[in-house]
């Protein structure tokens, strides 16, 4: 064979490559028309570890296996050489793009041979490589030729084929090795406040001076300012994605390659067509408060790479490591919006009130209903127990303008009345707030000790019954359902304590919220009229009572629940405050 003769490849149809055959060496070749696939294969990790340890090995790379691979092939006279190529994927798995091409011309009959550097190159996985070796390629009468580790089937009872299976239980060692020191050195620093995640959010992008610090993003921040101030407003998350294409806002992707920033979504056919997921995300991602979220999403194991959530409770939250672009108080806020999500009707139409308004009596919540025929001065609100049950509770049916007119109103004059007489208000609400957190605490704290002194008692009768069990005096089905029992009531018991602290907390931080509402109402100084946003910033509930007709009039009242201080009983502290 002429040393000199040049390689005629085809690198337009990567994984797969075909090679032509010299002229003076097509006379050689066996007389079959199958091909040679010479696969190569190349991890991420592969190269990490090489380059950390300081001593990369270059005769890993694609390019000198293949350079391998065909010089063996050449040599050893196999015929139409193919190459079959995954650079940048893990060995643990084989849904790769260029091994499942060549598994499909195998088994369409097209291969005579298969070539791979060594064993490690077709998998590090020990059951499925051997699955390969022994059963797919002998099935399909394909010749596999590992060099480097002389393997070749055509000789099974070689001493190479006896020890290539302890082999590939080395290289599955090896991948599962490289998995745990990875996960060991990701894990310490997510703990200690590194990022982990390497694609900024939108909204951020990295500084230039310090690739590790994200700075905000002026223009992309300002979309993300107003997909909260939307939310507050009262949209929802499809509304808000409309809005942004009927404003021709670049979606996130869209905008990330126009700024020449990699992504790993592909741009969509309409740079412009915002999606509710998108939207949602957004919402809920604690990056805008500043903070750094680490363990979001875990792997099962090196074999299942498919991403889970992880629960709130595994993950660690960092704050103030970068610039925030949304409050904290806003943000919590939408937060609670998106907990009373609420349906649109069909008319689409919708309320600033919807998810906000309550039955005094039964506690659940008032449907929002209207109908294309209405006027908004017809559009009510009506009990949606009553819906389902009339005789469980009575209709408590208000129009939708009443209950604007008796909120906005009472809501001038406890902005009035905050703003004017700030310090007696203060003083007031102190003392108001005191005394209900001490009691709340005191009852909180009861039903929290009474949970865990149970949690503890079950724990003393699951070992009662697992010894019972092993005794015998308690039969396998009684033991089953017996635990089964004490687990649900322990799990119960959990949750409960963890709202019970979380609420705990939330009476211990009142005259903290007090201050917080005090600012948001000097805000509203100016207000003069009642807008969604500040209805959301200041309302966390309305509760309305059954229409009193006693007098022959109807009369109704509402009770306002504030955020952050509950009820102000606005006319007892004005009197109090001119006395």
């Known amino acids: 064979m002429n040393s000199d003769t040049s390689l005629d490849i085809n690198n337009h149809s990567n994984p797969v490559q075909t090679v032509a055959q010299p002229k003076e060496d097509n006379k050689m070749l066996r007389a079959t028309d199958k091909i040679t696939a ?72 097209h291969v005579g041979a298969v070539i791979t550097k060594d064993l490690s190159r077709l998998g590090r996985n020990s059951a499925l490589t051997g699955l390969y070796i022994n059963y797919t390629f002998p099935q399909n009468d394909v010749r596999y030729i590992a060099i480097n580790d002389h393997f070749d089937s055509i ?3 070689s001493t190479d084929s006896d020890i290539a299976g302890i082999k590939n239980w080395f290289n599955e060692f090896f991948a599962k090795d490289t998995s745990r020191k990875i996960r060991a050195v990701q894990k310490a620093k997510g703990e200690r406040g590194e990022r982990l995640t390497v694609h900024v959010p939108y909204g951020y992008m ?26 507050m407003n009262g949209r929802g998350p499809s509304q808000i994605a409309d809005q942004l294409e009927k404003d021709k806002i670049l979606t996130p992707t869209a905008y990330k390659n126009k700024q020449g920033v990699k992504t790993p979504h592909t741009e969509p056919e309409n740079p412009y067509r915002w999606h509710e997921s998108t939207i949602v995300n957004i919402l809920e991602r604690k990056e805008y408060i500043g903070a750094t979220v680490n363990f979001k999403t875990y792997t099962n194991s090196i074999w299942d790479k498919k991403q889970r959530e992880n629960p709130e409770e595994n993950r660690v939250i960092f704050y103030n490591t970068h610039p925030a672009i949304i409050e904290q108080e806003v943000f919590d806020k939408v937060q609670e919006i998106r907990q009373q999500r ?9 309320s600033p009130f919807s998810g906000l308004v309550f039955c005094a ?37 208000i129009r939708a303008v009443v209950l604007e007119d008796l909120v906005w109103n009472h809501m001038k004059e406890v902005i009035s009345y905050v703003t004017r007489y700030e310090a007696h208000f203060r003083v ?52 089953a359902m017996m635990s089964k029992t004490y687990e649900d009531e ?47 910033e200041l309302v966390k509930a309305v509760y309305v009572e059954a229409p009193d007709k006693s007098s022959g009039k109807r009369k109704q009242r509402v ?15 004005i009197k109090a405050e001119q006395a």
């Open 342 to 350: 609420h349906r649109r009707t069909a008319t689409g139409k919708s």
């Open 428 to 479: 007031e609400m102190e003392q108001k707030l005191r005394l209900q957190s001490e009691e709340t605490i005191r009852v909180y704290k009861k039903r929290l000790a009474q949970a865990e002194k149970r949690i503890g008692e079950l724990d003393c009768l699951f070992i009662k019954i697992y010894e019972d069990n092993a005794k015998g005096k308690l039969n396998d089905d009684r033991f």
């Open 206 to 231: 990295k500084n230039p001076e310090n690739p590790k610090e994200w700075i905000i993003d002026e223009e992309a921040a300002q979309v993300v300012k107003k997909i909260f101030t939307l939310c």
């Open 38 to 109: 010479l696969y190569c294969r190349l991890s991420v990790e592969d190269t990490k570890d090489e380059k950390k340890n300081g001593k990369e090995d270059l005769s890993n790379s694609i390019q000198n296996q293949k350079a391998m691979l065909l010089q063996y092939a050449r040599e050893h006279r196999f015929p139409h050489p193919t190459f079959f190529i995954d650079d940048g994927y893990s060995g643990v798995t084989y849904d790769r793009p260029g091994f499942q091409k060549m598994l499909d011309e195998i088994e369409a009959g």
């Open 559 to 573: 009770h306002i629940e504030y955020d952050l201080v509950g009820y102000i009983p606005v006319d007892e502290l």
């Open 361 to 397: 009596d039964c506690k659940q919540k008032l449907y929002y209903s209207t109908t294309k025929y209405f006027e908004k001065r017809q559009d009510f609100f009506i009990c949606s127990t009553h819906r389902v049950n009339k005789d469980k509770c009575s209709g408590h049916y």
């Open 490 to 536: 322990q799990a119960q018991l959990k949750v409960e304590i963890v709202n019970l602290q979380k609420e705990i907390e939330v009476q211990e931080r009142q005259i903290e919220d007090l201050e917080q509402f005090i600012q948001r109402a000097r805000r509203y100084t100016d207000l003069t009229e009642l807008t969604p946003y500040a209805l959301r």
């Open 155 to 157: 000789n099974p009872n």
